[in-house]
């Protein structure tokens, strides 16, 4: 992939590749980004801080991969501390992230565990108040995709664990998070294109992305008032590990991205700044608000 700086003005068009047969792959869930043809470009080394989050507390969920990991890269190159969430089998992605962190002198807590798991997200909170001496950023990047074509097939336990991962592990970091958060602090959740144009073969996923985006409008109301705003990015379709563990039919990724209006996927690195900008104080009367980055797919 590419490595350019961020800043850097060109043809949005052609400034990352279009899929070709050759991105046609499959892992196991949740699966490696360090192991994916071509390698995402996660902002490693095209993304330059300008110090927009100098001394901020960061969480990132799915931080060991794809939009999270760009996420915690981006907010660290902008001066963050950031504890990462993510699960025990992309150690070898996160570690990676870990050493980018520090090369950059920030402060990089790597706690992995299920989020389907209630107790987990409260100690994450909790943990990283400790860690990092409070929490002001919490941005919920992770997220489960599972294709499944006919409604008969899909499982109530896969139903399930989608909402699990999607919907309440943010409802559970939400609610421990606001407890430690003053004024100022900001939180990001991760909706999709999906939850406007569902596929048919995404009826659970589509379905969590629609209930974050209300979720995050109901609560950005309710904390205005203590000064912490809840925003949210809306992705569309971005060259990360969870199109490849069966987000999507393996036939289909060799068009992955292409009918958008850029005619192009995304990379993670094009979502980072979006994150930045409603973690930062620039964004300070924005709120129950979702930014859809996704190739100029119109949105409501
Ligand atoms: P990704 O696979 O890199 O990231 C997803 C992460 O979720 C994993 O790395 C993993 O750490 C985490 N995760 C999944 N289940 C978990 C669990 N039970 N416990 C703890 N962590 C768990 O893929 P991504 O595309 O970067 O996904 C990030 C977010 O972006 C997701 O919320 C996804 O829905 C959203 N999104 C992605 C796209 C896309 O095209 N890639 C489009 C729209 C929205
Ligand atoms: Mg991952």
Same mark, same amino acid.
């Given at each position: 992939?590419?490595?350019?700086?961020?800043?850097?003005?060109?043809?949005?068009?052609?400034?990352?590749?279009?899929?070709?047969?050759?991105?046609?792959?499959?892992?196991?869930?949740?699966?490696?980004?360090?192991?994916?043809?071509?390698?995402?470009?996660?902002?490693?080394?095209?993304?330059?801080?300008?110090?927009?989050?100098?001394?901020?507390?960061?969480?990132?969920?799915?931080?060991?991969?794809?939009?999270?990991?760009?996420?915690?890269?981006?907010?660290?190159?902008?001066?963050?501390?950031?504890?990462?969430?993510?699960?025990?089998?992309?150690?070898?992605?996160? =570690?990676?992230?870990?050493?980018?962190?520090?090369?950059?002198?920030?402060?990089?807590?790597?706690?992995?565990?299920?989020? =389907?798991?209630?107790? /987990?997200?409260?100690?994450?909170?909790?943990?990283?108040?400790?860690?990092?001496?409070?929490?002001?950023?919490?941005?919920?990047?992770?997220?489960?995709?599972?294709?499944?074509?006919?409604?008969?097939?899909?499982?109530?336990?896969?139903?399930?664990?989608?909402?699990?991962?999607?919907?309440?592990?943010?409802?559970?970091?939400?609610?421990?998070?606001?407890?430690?958060?003053?004024?100022?602090?900001?939180?990001?959740?991760?909706?999709?294109?999906?939850?406007?144009?569902?596929?048919?073969?995404?009826?659970?996923?589509?379905?969590?992305?629609?209930?974050?985006?209300?979720?995050?409008?109901?609560?950005?109301?309710?904390?205005?008032?203590?000064?912490?705003?809840?925003?949210?990015?809306?992705?569309?379709?971005?060259?990360?590990?969870?199109?490849?563990?069966?987000?999507?039919?393996?036939? =289909?990724?060799?068009?992955?991205?292409?009918?958008?209006?850029?005619?192009?996927?995304?990379?993670?690195?094009?979502?980072?700044?979006?994150?930045?900008?409603?973690?930062?104080?620039?964004?300070? /009367?924005?709120?129950?608000?979702?930014?859809?980055?996704?190739?100029?797919?119109?949105?409501?």
């Amino acid at each position: 992939m590419s490595e350019q700086d961020q800043y850097k003005v060109q043809d949005p068009t052609t400034q990352y590749p279009k899929a070709t047969s050759e991105w046609k792959q499959k892992q196991p869930e949740p699966g490696l980004q360090k192991e994916m043809n071509p390698v995402p470009d996660a902002g490693e080394s095209s993304y330059r801080g300008t110090g927009r989050l100098a001394g901020r507390k960061a969480v990132v969920t799915g931080a060991d991969s794809g939009i999270g990991r760009a996420a915690a890269i981006a907010f660290a190159l902008e001066g963050a501390d950031v504890v990462l969430s993510y699960l025990p089998e992309e150690e070898a992605d996160a =570690k990676e992230v870990v050493q980018r962190i520090e090369e950059a002198g920030r402060k990089a807590i790597a706690i992995p565990g299920d989020l =389907k798991d209630e107790k /987990y997200c409260e100690q994450l909170i909790e943990d990283a108040v400790k860690e990092l001496g409070g929490i002001d950023i919490l941005a919920n990047v992770a997220g489960k995709q599972q294709f499944v074509e006919d409604i008969a097939d899909l499982t109530t336990e896969q139903f399930d664990a989608t909402f699990k991962t999607n919907v309440y592990s943010t409802f559970w970091l939400c609610k421990a998070a606001i407890k430690h958060m003053k004024p100022g602090s900001s939180i990001i959740n991760t909706s999709s294109i999906q939850a406007y144009t569902p596929a048919p073969i995404l009826l659970d996923y589509a379905t969590t992305k629609a209930a974050i985006n209300t979720f995050s409008k109901a609560l950005a109301q309710q904390v205005a008032s203590k000064g912490i705003r809840v925003n949210v990015v809306a992705p569309g379709p971005v060259w990360t590990p969870l199109q490849v563990v069966g987000g999507q039919p393996t036939e =289909k990724l060799a068009e992955f991205g292409a009918d958008v209006p850029m005619g192009r996927p995304g990379q993670p690195a094009e979502m980072a700044p979006a994150y930045v900008f409603l973690a930062s104080q620039e964004s300070s /009367y924005v709120t129950g608000e979702t930014l859809n980055a996704n190739g100029g797919v119109p949105s409501p």
